[in-house]
């Protein structure tokens, strides 16, 4: 049955419609609605106290993001044993004190941190189709002034595990720690921190900010308990049933976020991250977030649990609401 131009020109106004309620919805709402995610690890020696640790992520920071801004001010209500940043916090040469400002709190509690390819460059304009070519050439912008956020970071207190060996003590909790500075760009120099790690630790952790496998591959080989990363935004634009489209790194889909397991004994965690490049400022079925890891004896079980909550500003240190 032939279409009338009248029903043709409805059927495109409807879907040019849905294209811009989308547009609407993944820029101005999802992009800011931040989520508290909650995941049970058993990754510590048998014995050992249990364990808060606040993972956050790729903030992306721009000075007047007042909206992201208030939300991680209030992380610090949760009051995490731990704060563990694995990098891309700037997108703006003058948004360190937003970030400083922001982390508040945080600052003060025990951290550990290393850096992404956004803390050292701004971001630039890209074809969104370079992403689904894993070995794209990667191109730079300007230079960021990552020595003031370093400088900040451990004026606080915070202890950069860039291609060194942290040992600290958290909580009871005797914590082995070694970083390595970003894969995505090449910067990452495993050999510098080569080696087991301390075996009477009761909790060996690795931080990357990309998740690439030779990485994951060297901390599993060399008996961490734990690595964390972040990077994929969880695939930031995903698909209702099917989840993300792309990784931006060489790990698959399933685990573009979250727990997962990484080899027989080590577990990987991979944060979904707080914000979005200025020039790809959506978000689709995969909200802005923050972790709140309970590391637990493996004693206690190997079964992991993981879920996120919706947890507006003003009330992140409150009862959440589940989703």
């Given at each position: 049955m032939?279409?009338?131009g009248?029903?043709?020109a409805?059927?495109?106004?409807g879907?040019?419609?849905?294209?811009?309620?989308g547009?609407?919805?993944?820029t101005v709402i999802?992009?800011n609605a931040?989520?508290?995610?909650h995941s049970?690890?058993?990754v510590?020696?048998?014995?050992a106290?249990p364990?808060?640790v606040?993972?956050?992520s790729?903030?992306?920071?721009?000075?007047?993001q007042?909206?992201?801004?208030?939300?991680?001010s209030e992380?610090?209500?949760?009051?995490?044993d731990?704060?563990?940043?694995?990098?891309?916090?700037?997108s703006h040469?003058?948004?360190v004190?937003?970030v400083v400002?922001?982390?508040?709190g945080l600052?003060?509690?025990?951290g550990?941190f290393v850096f992404g390819s956004?803390?050292?460059f701004g971001?630039k304009?890209k074809n969104p189709?370079?992403?689904f070519?894993k070995?794209?050439?990667?191109t730079?912008?300007?230079?960021l002034p990552?020595?003031?956020?370093?400088?900040?970071f451990?004026e606080?207190g915070?202890?950069?595990?860039?291609?060194?060996i942290r040992?600290?003590e958290?909580?009871?909790v005797?914590?082995?720690?070694?970083?390595?500075d970003?894969p995505?760009i090449?910067r990452d120099?495993?050999?510098?921190?080569?080696?087991?790690?301390?075996p009477?630790?009761?909790?060996?952790?690795?931080?990357?900010?990309?998740?690439?496998p030779?990485v994951l591959?060297?901390?599993?080989?060399?008996?961490?308990d734990l690595?964390?990363?972040?990077h994929?935004h969880g695939?930031q634009?995903?698909l209702?049933?099917y989840g993300?489209l792309?990784t931006?790194?060489h790990?698959d889909r399933?685990?573009v976020k979250?727990p997962?397991n990484?080899g027989?004994t080590?577990?990987?965690?991979?944060?979904?991250?707080?914000?979005?490049?200025p020039?790809?400022?959506?978000?689709?079925?995969?909200r802005?977030?923050?972790?709140?890891?309970?590391?637990t004896p493996?004693s206690?079980?190997?079964?992991?649990?993981?879920?996120?909550?919706s947890?507006?500003?003003?009330t992140?240190?409150k009862?959440?609401?589940?989703r």
């Amino acid at each position: 049955m032939p279409v009338s131009g009248e029903a043709a020109a409805r059927a495109v106004a409807g879907l040019a419609g849905l294209a811009s309620a989308g547009l609407f919805y993944s820029t101005v709402i999802e992009r800011n609605a931040f989520t508290l995610r909650h995941s049970t690890m058993a990754v510590l020696e048998p014995g050992a106290t249990p364990l808060r640790v606040l993972h956050i992520s790729d903030l992306h920071m721009m000075p007047r993001q007042r909206l992201k801004q208030a939300w991680l001010s209030e992380l610090d209500a949760l009051e995490p044993d731990l704060v563990v940043n694995t990098g891309d916090n700037l997108s703006h040469p003058a948004a360190v004190p937003a970030v400083v400002q922001s982390l508040g709190g945080l600052l003060s509690r025990p951290g550990l941190f290393v850096f992404g390819s956004n803390d050292y460059f701004g971001p630039k304009p890209k074809n969104p189709f370079k992403y689904f070519k894993k070995d794209h050439k990667r191109t730079h912008g300007d230079p960021l002034p990552w020595q003031d956020l370093r400088a900040a970071f451990v004026e606080r207190g915070w202890l950069d595990a860039t291609h060194t060996i942290r040992e600290l003590e958290v909580g009871g909790v005797r914590i082995a720690a070694a970083g390595v500075d970003d894969p995505h760009i090449e910067r990452d120099r495993y050999e510098t921190v080569a080696g087991r790690p301390n075996p009477l630790a009761h909790l060996r952790l690795g931080l990357t900010h990309s998740p690439e496998p030779r990485v994951l591959d060297s901390f599993a080989a060399d008996g961490y308990d734990l690595v964390l990363a972040g990077h994929t935004h969880g695939g930031q634009l995903c698909l209702p049933f099917y989840g993300a489209l792309v990784t931006n790194c060489h790990i698959d889909r399933s685990r573009v976020k979250g727990p997962s397991n990484w080899g027989s004994t080590m577990k990987l965690h991979v944060s979904a991250g707080i914000g979005t490049s200025p020039y790809a400022p959506a978000r689709f079925c995969c909200r802005p977030e923050a972790s709140l890891l309970t590391l637990t004896p493996v004693s206690h079980g190997d079964a992991d649990f993981d879920e996120a909550y919706s947890l507006p500003p003003a009330t992140v240190g409150k009862e959440p609401v589940k989703r």
